[in-house]
């Protein structure tokens, strides 16, 4: 299983950018690195995924240590709705996707 | 696209009853998943299956089965509920196995008595 650590809680301005810290200590050559976030009560959301190269699609960017052992995921402008539990995890297989305790980021006024 | 949807969105059995969720995806993907997440836990992969006719167990199986008849649906059955099954079931499909996201429905919130 991924081990993987996180902050337990962080807090951001809206409109400001959140960056997210995740230690991958354990990750292996062929895993994929990927950042998903569950808002109260709703079904997990997939953010965004990579490799070795830093990756950005509409929602966010992920920035990926060169040895792999640690990533970041960008918000850029942090609105209220990005309030949520933020989960970065590694695997080689979609099969084997486990969550670890997560972020929870408040995103304030 | 609708993505994944899930019905019921809540179920009361009672012990030693039995239900089937249901899950549908329109996005053409092979791999779909079921996982359960218990209050401030984490998720528990139950079944997965890699394409229509093919299913495997997950972490968490006990008590569960699937089917899988076309790619689009990925039906969980529940039988002879028991409290332990109580929790928040979430139906997931992928277009690959490595290197694409997880797309998840809505969930179905499950309480046994």
């Known amino acids: 299983d991924a081990k993987t650590t996180q902050p337990t809680s962080m807090d951001c301005a809206e409109g400001r950018a959140a960056n997210l810290p995740c230690n991958h200590s354990?990750?292996?050559?062929?895993?994929?690195v990927y950042w998903y976030r569950q808002i109260h009560s709703q079904g997990p959301q997939y953010i965004i995924h990579?490799?070795?190269n830093n990756e950005t699609n509409e929602m966010a960017s992920l920035i990926i240590t060169e040895d792999r052992k640690s990533s970041t995921l960008i918000l850029p402008h942090a609105t209220l709705r990005d309030t949520a539990v933020y989960y970065c995890?590694?695997?080689?297989?979609?099969?084997?996707?486990?969550f670890g305790t997560g972020t929870r980021l408040q995103v304030m006024l | 696209n609708a993505g994944v949807t899930q019905t019921p969105k809540f179920r009361i059995l009672k012990i030693g009853q039995s239900m089937t969720l249901q899950c549908t995806q329109d996005?053409?993907?092979?791999?779909m998943y079921w996982y359960r997440q218990d209050p401030g836990m984490g998720l528990k992969l139950i079944y997965y299956?890699?394409?229509?006719?093919?299913?495997d167990k997950g972490e968490v199986p006990n008590g569960y089965n699937v089917s899988r008849s076309t790619t689009e649906d990925f039906p969980l059955r529940l039988e002879l509920a028991a409290p332990s099954q109580t929790s928040v079931y979430f139906c997931?499909?992928?277009?690959?196995?490595?290197?694409?996201?997880?797309?998840f429905g809505p969930g179905t919130r499950l309480t046994v008595t």
């Open positions: 995890t590694n695997t080689g297989t979609a099969s084997k996707l486990t």
């Open positions: 354990t990750i292996s050559g062929n895993e994929y």
């Open positions: 299956s890699v394409g229509a006719g093919i299913t």
């Open positions: 990579g490799l070795k």
């Open positions: 996005m053409n993907h092979n791999y």
């Open positions: 997931a499909s992928s277009a690959l196995d490595r290197g694409s996201g997880q797309y």
